[in-house]
């Protein structure tokens, strides 16, 4: 049975983007495969500084190249910042840790039990959110 009438009572062809969606979801790329290599004679000097201007750009030199040249257009990203390794490691343990005492502060709320413990996480929880939220502000001003 077809809504409201309509005639295509075909099956459903997935969710599609919008057309004025940013993303360009949806449409299929008709990017030519890079197959072909140009090799070109340079100084020492100028090798490096092509790979400073590129790693500034954050970009690899080939794509640098290829936006002087106007063949494609210049896509600036923000540089990935440099963590270290642990840092990130410890930081996602303690966002796991806090994840599971939010979900337990939740159920019991949820149940009813409000009891002093459950008040001394929830406040504790609050103390926590502070201290980040003020590293956070020190962090960016650096």
């Known amino acids: 049975m077809s809504y409201a009438g309509a005639a295509d009572t075909g ?3 997935g969710r599609h983007a919008s057309p004025s969606s940013p993303t360009g979801a949806g449409k299929a790329r008709t990017k030519e495969p ?3 290599t140009f ?3 340079c100084t020492a000097s100028e090798k490096a500084q092509l790979r400073a201007k590129a790693e500034a750009a954050g970009l690899p030199a080939s794509t640098l190249l290829r936006e002087a040249l106007g063949l494609t257009e210049a896509r600036r990203r923000k540089p990935i910042p440099r963590l270290d ?3 990130v490691l410890a930081v996602g343990r303690i966002g796991g840790n806090l994840n599971q005492i ?3 502060l939740n159920y019991t709320m949820k149940v009813g039990r409000t009891d002093l413990d459950t008040l001394t996480v929830a406040r504790r929880l609050v103390v926590i959110e502070r201290q980040l939220a003020a ?3 020190e962090a960016r001003r650096c």
Request: charge should be negative; charged fraction near 30%; proline fraction near 11%.
């Open 11 to 13: 099956p459903c062809e």
């Open 34 to 36: 890079l197959t072909e």
């Open 39 to 41: 090799v070109f004679r």
């Open 85 to 87: 390794p642990a840092l």
């Open 102 to 104: 939010a979900r337990w």
């Open 135 to 137: 590293l956070l502000d």
